[in-house]
């Protein structure tokens, strides 16, 4: 508990100073075409840095992201590490940031997340974050799938590790189906993020 004040103090008193860090990431769901709004929502609010798996980047429109958030892919992981004693694309990552948001998260990379694989950049973030920092997830996928009982147990799990969930919602999914499962909308999962940490790091103190 004292580590954590000791942690909240810092970023308080750097935050004085310069944004709030947001590293936004995107998994291989259909909703990945809307990252490119999501990165719009936080773009005045927040510095941000953007990291999308292989399978996202089929639905995200790279010319939709603002011009000035560096997009991070898996082929970017190991491009600038040639000895012992280079920087780690993952671990810069999570050193940046004050707080990640996987928007939208997908089955796979739940499961993934949940059982501790790290087989790519955003999962390699994930195993190696500093839990004293907050990580939001969106989750996105067919209702069947959100209904799923591993789904269920997946959900457990990164609750135990304080992952903060931002549920899907019910409406016409992409594949016809009417059902749970559709990623929140940009806006709510941004002012969602930004009332936790407003009040979590700001409390007592300007909002500005």
């Excluded at 799990?157 to 019910?170: F, M, N």
């Amino acid at each position: 508990m004292a580590a954590q004040a000791m942690e909240r103090e810092q970023i308080q008193g750097d935050l004085s100073s310069r944004k709030p860090r947001i590293l936004l990431a995107a998994s291989g769901s259909v909703a990945a075409i809307k990252f490119g709004n999501l990165c719009h929502s936080f773009a005045e609010w927040a510095e941000l840095k953007a990291v999308a798996t292989k399978a996202s980047l089929h639905f995200i429109d790279r010319a939709s992201l603002p011009k000035d958030v560096p997009l991070y892919t898996d082929e970017e992981e190991w491009s600038s590490w040639n000895r012992i004693g280079d920087s780690v694309l993952h671990i810069e990552l999570r050193r940046w940031a004050d707080i990640l948001v996987i928007a939208p998260l997908s089955a796979n990379t739940l499961g993934k997340i949940a059982g501790g694989l790290c087989d790519n950049l955003l999962t390699c973030i994930v195993r190696a974050w500093d839990y004293n920092k907050p990580i939001f997830v969106a989750p996105a996928m067919n209702t069947f799938m959100w209904t799923n009982p591993f789904t269920e147990r997946h959900l457990m799990v990164i609750d135990e590790l304080g992952i903060s969930l931002i549920p899907p919602v019910s409406k016409r999914l992409a594949c016809g189906d009417y059902g749970n499962g559709a990623m929140a909308e940009p806006s709510l999962i941004f002012s969602t993020v930004r009332l936790f940490f407003e009040s979590k790091y700001h409390a007592g103190g300007s909002n500005n």
